[in-house]
């Protein structure tokens, strides 16, 4: 059993920058692929980052491409998201959870053990 806690998410004014961390307990989170999804107030769910078991592949969502950096450091059983340039359509919970099926790094329904959120805030 893998538990993940989100951590660094914060009220930032546009333009700022905040760095979010993804603590996991557990054996085997370096062998599991990681992703960070956020959801807008009434928005549904979506796909923000991935990054493979190693680090040496990462995805992004168009949106936040260039902006945001995913990195991992499996000594520490921890995954970072990086966020800069943050804007107000940034606002949102976000969420990392493991990678358990299917080839997309895009689709929630491949991740598993879901933290319970950080709340970023992104005031204009």
């Known amino acids: 059993q893998v538990q993940l806690v989100e951590s660094g998410g914060g009220l930032v004014q546009a333009g700022g920058s905040l760095r979010l961390s993804c603590a996991a307990s557990?054996?085997?989170?370096?062998?599991?692929?990681v992703g960070w999804f956020r959801q807008p107030p009434g928005k549904e769910r979506e796909f923000v980052a991935g990054?493979?078991?190693?680090?040496?592949?990462?995805y992004y969502a168009d949106s936040v491409k260039g902006r945001f950096t995913i990195s991992r450091e499996n000594a520490k059983n921890t995954v970072y998201l990086q966020m800069s340039s943050l804007n107000p359509d940034d606002t949102a919970v976000y969420y990392c959870?493991?990678?358990?099926?299917?080839?997309?790094?895009?689709?929630?329904?491949?991740?598993?053990?879901w933290g319970q959120g950080t709340q970023v805030t992104v005031a204009s």
């Open positions: 557990g054996r085997t989170f370096s062998s599991y692929a």
């Open positions: 959870a493991l990678k358990c099926r299917g080839n997309s790094y895009y689709r929630a329904a491949h991740y598993d053990y």
């Open positions: 990054i493979t078991w190693n680090g040496g592949t990462t």
